[in-house]
Each structure stands twice: as structure tokens, then as C-alpha cells.
């Protein structure tokens, strides 16, 4: 275990490092600087701005200075939000993407693995193609079509939920986020379930337990289940990690004051630490989470060894 452990952080600290070259040098080949996008400056006050933040040094010494601090825990102070660091800026935005992301997986792959599991206990009959209907309709549909929907009929026709706005995290203003951030990984968990359950039904130990008599709940639950949310676990990783840093477009189209919001918003105004304090952090869950969705995958498949 911990030969495995070990080789998989050497795997992930060079990944780490070329993803923080590579978006530090996009940001930078980007038109513009965070300093010409409102008011003009005059040259001579330009000038004094960005020797304050080091941007009149060559760009590889900015880039030294920039790994050096980020090896320190440093990323830098932000720079359009005015005394904030970009650890400031995290601080204060990640709870709500962290909420509303648990909640959506949660209920995500409550409701998809059910889903997946009635399918494939149902194979070729009504409920099996009711739910995969469902499912490519959650596919095909994105999250910026749902949203204004729900938000048209739940907010404004009938009045039952905020359009908007988060509120100190009230349940009623969590409501269609999180739908609507569930909705597409309902369908993709459900049919990765579906998949697994019915080719785990056909092998031959599924067929032993049933000619020895199990109730079918107990083969399903305590034999066939743990071997058919494999493929899951292996997507569960990045799908986490996304949700967890927030949905860009729901976080905006909801008007939610979290990491995804912010990631645009400091997008757009060429703030390049902000920007890059959410792709390291991003890049970090990834890594930790697929580590963890293997970790669980031996847990579950005595087959499987990670050493």
C-alpha cells in the first residue's frame, strides 16, 4: 500500500507542475492585462502598478517567483480585489460549492444508482427503457437549458422556489441548483449502474448464490451491487471534483456567490492569480480524488491490488 501510495504522488507532483506551467503561460499569452480593462491608466501610475505585483519582470522570473511562493502555501494576492489574497478569495467562496456540490452528488448517485439497479433488474422491459429514456434525456439536455426552465415554471409561474440568490445557504434557494447540477449525473451514474448490475447478473457466481437458494435482495445488495458500482467508482473521481468546485454556469445563471462564479468572473478581468489559485486547487482534487476512487476500488474488488 504504501509502495502504491508513494508511486502515485510521483505520478501526480510532475502532473501538478505541468498543469500550473501550462495555465501560467496561457494567462500570461492572453490579450490584455488585468490593468487596461476599466479606465485607462496613465502610463506612469500603469507603470508603478505592476512593478507593485512584479509584472514588469521577464515572464520567467515571474514564473520562478510564482512557484516559489506556491511552494510556500503563497498564491499571491489578487489582483482586482483590492487588500485580498487569493486564499482570501477561497476562503470565502468555497463553502458554497462545497455544500451545493455534496448535495448534488449525494442525491446524485442516490437516485442514479436506484435507478440503475431497477433497470437492470428489469432488463428490456418498460421501467428499463422509461429509466434510459431518462437518462439520455439527462445527457442531451444541458445544465443552461434545465436551469432557465426550472427557474421559468418552480420560480416565476408558480412561485414555489427563489430564482436566485443563496441566502446564508436556505434550503429553498438550494433547491433548483441542485437539481438541476444533479440532473445529468442522475443519467450518466444510472446508466454506468445499469451496465455493471446486468453484466455482473450474468456471471457465474451470481448464478451459484441464486442455485443455493439467496433471497434475490441479498444477491443483489451483498454480491452483485459491489461488483457492479465499479465503473462508478472510477467516475465518481473527477465528476466530485468538479462539483465540488463549483458548476460554472449554474453558479451564474443562479446568481450563487461561489468558486465557480468567481472563476469566471476573474476570468474575464485577466486576474491571473485568482485564476490560477482555482486550477491548482481543481487540479489537486483530481488528483486526490482518482487516488481515493482507487483505493475504494480495491476495498471493493478483492481482485484487485494496489501494490
Known amino acids: 500500500m504504501l509502495r502504491f501510495l508513494l508511486r502515485r504522488l510521483m505520478v501526480a507532483i510532475p502532473t501538478l507542475f505541468v498543469v500550473i506551467t501550462v495555465a501560467f503561460f496561457m494567462m500570461r499569452a492572453a490579450p490584455g492585462n488585468p490593468f487596461d480593462l476599466d479606465r485607462k491608466l496613465p502610463p506612469e501610475i500603469e507603470a508603478n502598478v505592476k512593478k507593485k505585483f512584479h509584472m514588469d519582470e521577464p515572464l520567467v522570473v515571474q514564473y520562478g517567483r510564482y512557484l516559489a511562493g506556491i511552494s510556500h502555501g503563497d498564491f499571491g494576492p489578487s489582483l482586482k480585489y483590492r487588500d485580498k489574497t487569493v486564499l482570501d478569495v477561497l476562503k470565502e467562496n468555497y463553502s458554497v460549492s462545497l455544500r451545493i456540490g455534496l448535495t448534488s452528488i449525494a442525491l446524485a448517485s442516490l437516485v442514479g444508482v436506484s435507478l440503475g439497479i431497477l433497470a437492470a433488474l428489469r432488463q428490456n422491459g418498460a421501467v428499463d427503457y422509461g429509466v434510459m429514456a431518462i437518462a439520455i434525456l439527462g445527457v442531451c439536455i444541458s445544465t443552461f437549458v434545465t436551469a432557465p426552465l426550472l427557474q421559468l415554471e418552480f420560480g416565476t409561474r408558480l412561485g414555489w422556489l427563489p430564482i436566485a440568490g443563496w441566502d446564508n445557504g436556505a434550503l429553498k434557494n438550494m433547491v433548483l441548483p441542485v437539481i438541476v447540477l444533479s440532473l445529468p449525473q442522475i443519467a450518466i451514474i444510472s446508466r454506468l449502474t445499469r451496465a455493471g448490475m446486468i453484466e455482473v447478473l450474468h456471471s457465474n457466481y451470481v448464478r451459484t448464490a441464486r442455485a443455493k437458494?439467496?433471497?434475490?435482495?441479498?444477491?443483489?445488495?451483498?454480491?452483485?451491487?459491489?461488483?457492479?458500482i465499479l465503473p462508478l467508482v472510477s467516475y465518481l473521481g473527477p465528476a466530485c471534483?468538479?462539483?465540488?468546485?463549483?458548476?460554472?454556469?449554474?453558479?451564474?445563471?443562479?446568481?450563487?456567490?461561489?468558486?465557480?462564479?468567481?472563476?469566471?468572473?476573474?476570468?474575464?478581468?485577466?486576474?491571473?492569480?485568482?485564476?490560477?489559485?482555482?486550477?491548482?486547487?481543481?487540479?489537486?482534487?483530481?488528483?486526490?480524488?482518482?487516488?481515493?476512487?482507487?483505493?475504494?476500488?480495491?476495498?471493493?474488488?478483492?481482485?484487485?491490488r494496489v501494490s
Open 213 to 228: 437458494g439467496l433471497p434475490e435482495h441479498r444477491i443483489v445488495t451483498r454480491h452483485a451491487l459491489r461488483a457492479a
Open 241 to 304: 471534483a468538479g462539483l465540488l468546485t463549483g458548476s460554472l454556469v449554474v453558479e451564474k445563471i443562479f446568481g450563487l456567490p461561489g468558486l465557480g462564479k468567481f472563476f469566471v468572473i476573474s476570468a474575464l478581468q485577466r486576474d491571473y492569480t485568482v485564476v490560477m489559485g482555482m486550477v491548482i486547487i481543481y487540479a489537486a482534487l483530481i488528483l486526490a480524488l482518482n487516488l481515493a476512487a482507487d483505493l475504494l476500488y480495491a476495498a471493493l474488488d478483492p481482485r484487485v
